[in-house]
Structures are given as C-alpha cells and as structure tokens.
Nanobody
Framework: VQLQASGGGSVQAGDSLTLSCAIS????????IGWFRQAPGKEREFLAR????????YYVDLVKGRFTISRDKTKNTVYLQMNSLKPEDTAVYYC?????????????WGQGTEVTVSS
C-alpha cells in the first residue's frame, strides 16, 4: 500500500483546509485509513480514521466537530476536512493504513503534509 498525503499549507486561524490521501497498491493491507499529526517537539497523535468499505468513522475528542474524515472510493482517496483551524493545529499531518478495525498498528504511512496556522 502506498499513500500520498497532500493539501497542506499556511492559513489563518479560523480558516478551513482539506487534506487528501491518495491510496494505491491496496490489497488486504489498507482497509482502514487514519489521519495523524505531529507538532514540533511533540509526539505523533491520532486524529481520525475511516473504514474504506463501510465508511465508518471515528474521531478523537480533540477534533470531533471540527474535522471530518471521508473517502471517495472511486478516486481511492481519503480526505480530512479541517474547519475553524487554530494555531495549535500547526503540525505535519500524515495518513496511514492498516488492515482492519481490529488491528491496532498502522503498517503503511504517507510522507506527511505540513499545515501552519497563524493567529
């Protein structure tokens, strides 16, 4: 499974941004796609995930109501719509894939796309 994250950029607080994760080479290893981020000096944190077959989603409380994860099966792409961005959302955002909802470990990672939110 290969993942290509894109869509990052520099925005102002309160703006919206949509990240994309293009998926290729998927066989049985990439049925669940998650979005993570890592801010400077901090550990990587999980944000949300979507099951590609069912569209089932899950969000951590930190982003629930502001971020929306979705998938377009025809384009093999997963999106992360981010609204009401805050300076603390500044980070490198990564998409990752794992086999299924039971598996805990994400085995495949994209290269990351940087988001900078200015106040």
């Amino acid at each position: 499974v290969q993942l290509q994250a894109s869509g990052g950029g520099s925005v102002q607080a309160g703006d919206s941004l949509t990240l994309s994760c293009a998926i290729s080479g998927r066989t049985f290893g990439g049925n669940v796609i998650g979005w993570f981020r890592q801010a400077p000096g901090k550990e990587r944190e999980f944000l949300a995930r979507v099951a590609l077959n069912t569209g089932s989603t899950y969000y951590v409380d930190l982003v629930k109501g502001r971020f929306t994860i979705s998938r377009d099966k025809t384009k093999n792409t997963v999106y992360l719509q981010m609204n009401s961005l805050k300076p603390e959302d500044t980070a490198v955002y990564y998409c990752a894939a794992k086999a299924d909802l039971i598996t805990s470990k994400y085995d495949f990672w994209g290269q990351g796309t940087e988001v900078t939110v200015s106040s």
